[in-house]
């Protein structure tokens, strides 16, 4: 294992020694890792904390909110509200963002979040987690620091100065990118410290697991059912190998097994609700976790083009996620160009 170093420690050294992160971003990460801890402590009391089932409203989305989705969404904004780092925050569980008040002094970066991803496996006790995304408010006059709105958080995923995750599972593990690799640290509950425990992860290349919600097959688009039936035929199909299948119906689970071990996660389009992209959401889903898989090495796509060259229309916008090692989301990607282009000469 990695000589024990902290969190701290570590982003003290980017801030320092590479020179990547100024403090108040390194504050940032910092007091978002603070607020995991404590979502952590709500997590884990489950039934003992009456936090379990609904809290019969819902989002933006239309989904039935949880108990802990809403407790997960006020602990990361009280957290971060004060400090004088963020300018405002966005998250899956408010119609718009949260303009930092005036009461408290204002910074340069933009916070989104995941406050409590996989919300459906929290009562089955099912491993879930935060995902956050930071930008820094583009300025046209960095003289002037003028008033923040929606605007301001629609940067392609490429523009991302922070990411990562906190996946509550059988360990508490904070992962994170500040653009020089991925760093995965577990929450030493005894010191109440996050430990690094792996640095510069990386993803295989390739792999013969695949995450998939298989019970929407008849409504998979043909680059993707090609994909899943050249898998699921195996040795004796055009891979040559058998392949296993994963679905934890948790994003933050999902993609923190592709990290560890490699694998493609996907969630496509489907003809359910054809004007969608897809399900999961392009600022605080798709672009975190599509940057952190690329910098371990691996690839993110929307099925066509790189997710975090997608320059965003809207706050909740939505999109299809091919995502993991790199020479399966590559032949992903092909099929659907393939298919374009037949359709095109069609
Ligand atoms: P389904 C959780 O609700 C989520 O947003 C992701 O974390 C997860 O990958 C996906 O939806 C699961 O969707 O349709 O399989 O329940």
Redesign the pocket.
């Known amino acids: 294992m990695t000589d024990k170093i902290s969190l701290t420690r570590y982003l003290v050294e980017q801030q320092r020694v590479h020179g990547r992160i100024p403090p108040e971003l390194r504050l940032l990460i910092e007091v978002v890792a603070r607020a995991c801890k404590r979502i952590s402590i709500s997590v884990n009391k489950g039934a003992l904390g009456e936090i379990l089932g609904s809290a019969d409203t819902e989002n933006v989305q239309g989904e039935v909110q949880k108990k802990l989705d809403v407790i997960a969404n006020e602990v990361l904004i009280e957290a971060n509200e004060w400090g004088g780092h963020l300018a405002a925050m966005a998250s899956e569980e408010m119609d718009s963002i949260y303009v930092v008040p005036n009461r408290f002094p204002k910074g340069e970066y933009l916070l989104m979040f995941d406050p409590l ?4 496996n929290i009562d089955v006790n099912v491993s879930i987690g935060t995902i956050f995304s930071v930008l820094r408010k583009q300025h046209d006059d960095p003289t002037i620091i003028d008033p923040v709105c929606e605007a301001d958080f629609l940067q392609p995923g490429r523009q991302q100065v922070a990411a990562g995750y906190c996946v509550y599972g059988p360990q508490t593990t904070l992962v994170l990118t500040v653009g020089d690799g991925v760093a995965m640290f577990t929450l030493d509950r005894e010191q109440g410290s996050w430990v690094l425990t792996q640095d510069q992860v990386q993803i295989p290349a390739d792999t013969k697991e695949f995450a998939i ?1 298989m019970s929407n097959m008849r409504h998979w688009d043909a680059p993707v059912r090609r994909y899943i039936d050249e898998c699921l035929q195996g040795k004796e199909g055009p891979r040559g190998k058998d392949f296993n299948m994963r ?1 934890v ?3 933050v689970a ?1 993609v923190h097994r592709i990290l560890t071990r490699g694998g493609v996660f996907m ?1 496509p389009w489907d003809k359910r609700e054809p004007d969608k992209p897809g ?2 959401r392009l600022m605080y ?1 798709a672009n975190p976790m599509g940057w952190l898989v690329e910098q371990a090495g691996g690839a993110a796509t929307n099925g066509r083009q790189r997710i975090l060259d997608i320059v965003p229309g809207k706050l909740h916008e939505r999109v299809s996620v091919v995502l993991g090692s790199r020479n399966e989301v590559e032949r992903v990607t092909g099929y659907h160009l393939e298919a374009d282009e037949a359709t095109a000469k069609a």
Do not use: F, V
Not at 117 to 120: I, V
């Open positions: 991803d996989g919300s459906s919600n679905w119906a948790s994003m999902d969630y399900k999961l889903e």
